[in-house]
């Protein structure tokens, strides 16, 4: 069996929980050779996924918790930078039966806590297919994300609903994320995403506004992104925000020239993702200062 089909079969074997067993540090090694088709190395760890990895399993200050759980996060965001940066809240439950509809308004977004995916979004309430949301947001209650990727914050997050305010951009046609990279308090690049359902555009920036030639997943829009009049009020709040912390992503969404941080994210999509070129991967684990042990 060569390598490439082996990888294929870990990562299905891992989607059925096959290794949910294994400690944290066997099992990123696991992931990551499978995911990237490299060797981890722990040791003495030099690019940027190598590094998260490092801080998945030394790096566990209990605010991590707080800061991803998306209802205590937003105390978090008010007590830093203030309540006007954070996405209104309807309400939080632990189950869906006890959702209060009636007192929700006509558009609202249902999401779970400790979960990334599992979105409902109302436009219409009138026309909600309560049953299609309950069966998402319940699979998603059933989910454990700190198993999918060991990354230890989420371990301590307690699953409930959500419902928030839905975000409509009445200037844009879409609505559009700008998440910044910042590592020791310092925003160093960040990427523009613009939310096209199957056909997502990304492009990354430095802290100037130059267009960097990193790519991740995505390829780049066809036409290229406009530097935001908030760019420097985004950079500052993202400043704050990460002040202390070795690496964090700090999110936001521009709505009709209002920010709002939209999340907190250690692990770039959970360290596991290819960087291109790889000079880049490299050259943003140097800017991780790892803590001493």
């Known amino acids: 069996m060569n390598t490439d089909v ?3 079969y870990i990562e299905r074997a891992n989607e059925r929980g096959f290794f949910n067993w294994l400690s944290d540090k066997h099992y990123i090694y696991l ?5 990237t088709g490299k060797w981890l190395n722990l040791k003495n760890p030099q690019t940027f996924n190598e590094k998260l990895q490092w801080l998945k399993l030394n790096d566990r200050k209990p605010i991590y918790s707080q800061m991803v759980d ?3 996060a937003k105390k978090h965001i008010a007590s830093v930078v203030g309540e006007k940066y954070t996405i209104p809240t309807y309400g939080v439950w632990e189950r869906f039966e006890e959702i209060d509809f ?3 308004p006509n558009q609202f977004v249902l999401k779970c806590t400790h979960d990334s995916g599992g979105l409902v979004v109302v436009k219409d309430k009138t ?3 309560k049953a299609a949301a309950k069966d998402k947001i319940e699979r998603s209650l059933k989910k454990n994300y700190y198993l999918h990727g060991r990354e230890w914050p989420y371990k301590a997050v307690k699953p409930r609903i959500i419902a928030e305010k839905f975000l409509e951009d009445t200037i ?3 609505l559009t994320d700008y998440k910044f990279f910042c590592f020791h308090g310092q925003p160093k690049l960040m990427y523009i995403s613009k939310d096209r359902g199957n056909e997502p555009r990304t492009d990354f920036f430095d802290m100037e506004f130059n267009h960097l030639p990193i790519k991740v997943r995505d390829p780049n829009a066809d036409v290229m992104p406009e530097k935001p009049k908030q760019f420097e009020r985004m950079q500052q709040l993202a400043k704050q925000l990460s002040e202390g912390i070795p690496h964090l992503r700090v999110d936001f969404y521009l709505v009709n020239e209002n920010i709002y941080v939209g999340e907190l994210t250690f692990f770039h999509m959970g360290g596991f993702t290819q960087i291109q070129p790889e000079e880049w991967n490299v050259k943003m684990g140097n800017w991780i200062d790892l803590p001493q042990q």
């Open 6 to 8: 082996l990888r294929h």
């Open 102 to 104: 009636d007192s929700l």
């Open 31 to 35: 992931q990551y050779w499978a995911r």
């Open 172 to 174: 844009n046609d879409a």
């Open 70 to 72: 998306k209802y205590e």
């Open 127 to 129: 026309k909600m297919d």
